[in-house]
């Protein structure tokens, strides 16, 4: 069956980098591309970006252009989101999901905080 | 930018009540519009694409319809398990994709 198993919690400091990793299962890794969405408290579904786990391939939303990197291992089916200079307002679950134009599996979350 | 709406924000129904959640879009996206459930603490589950068609798994009691910028989610026969938000999202530009704000259902 399809799986999708996110990383554990991360705090951190404002100003601090995160990675979030997203190991699939199931499936043939590189026919499916990826998408990140995450979800600040109280709030809705906020896309943040994709990447092609076959060729690489990313596209990022405006908002998070310069401080995202999105890129995937194949050799471990894994794929990763790194967010630099992080803001207070970064505080949010990050969740990674299959991609068929549409968001068909998801990962169970990954709630990143940033605190002084 | 397509911007997605939906209406109610939220709604409050009996078990056993037909509850309607509408989604618009600012242009037209021909059909391609998911529906999402995220029940609480929980990620979100898809339940419908393409506008109308069931996710396998999906009850029955959950229907699609819709396209160009108008669209309903429909739940006949509300449970106390449906409870939780429901979100649509549009694909029409993927992988540059967007979802409404969402709408909470809660049981009266």
């Known amino acids: 069956q399809v799986q999708l198993v996110q990383s554990g919690h991360e705090v951190k400091k404002p100003g601090a980098s995160v990675k979030v990793s997203c190991k699939a299962s199931?499936?043939?890794?590189?026919?499916?591309?990826i998408y990140w969405v995450r979800q600040a408290p109280g709030q809705g579904l906020e896309w943040m970006g994709w990447?092609?786990?076959?060729?690489?391939?990313?596209k990022y939303a405006q908002k998070f252009q310069g401080r995202v990197t999105m890129t995937t291992d194949t050799s471990i089916n894994t794929a990763y989101l790194e967010l630099r200079s992080l803001r207070s307002d970064d505080t949010a679950i990050y969740y990674c999901?299959?991609?068929?134009?549409?968001?068909?599996?998801w990962g169970q979350g990954t709630q990143v905080t940033v605190s002084s | 930018d397509i911007q997605m709406t939906q209406s109610p924000p939220s709604l409050s129904a009996s078990v056993g009540d037909r509850v309607t959640i509408t989604c618009r879009a600012s242009?037209?996206?021909?059909?391609?519009l998911a529906w999402y459930q995220q029940k609480p603490g929980k990620a979100p589950n898809l339940l419908i694409y393409?506008?109308?068609t069931l996710q396998s798994g999906v009850p029955s009691r959950f229907s699609g319809s819709g396209s160009g910028t108008e669209f309903t989610l429909t739940i006949n026969s509300l449970q106390p398990e449906d409870v939780g938000i429901y979100y649509c999202q549009r694909y029409d530009s993927a992988p540059r994709i967007s979802f409404g704000p969402g709408t909470k259902v809660e049981i009266k």
């Open positions: 393409g506008a109308s």
């Open positions: 199931g499936y043939i890794f590189n026919t499916y591309g």
């Open positions: 990447i092609s786990v076959y060729n690489g391939n990313t």
């Open positions: 999901a299959r991609d068929i134009d549409f968001l068909d599996f």
């Open positions: 242009q037209g996206i021909d059909n391609y």
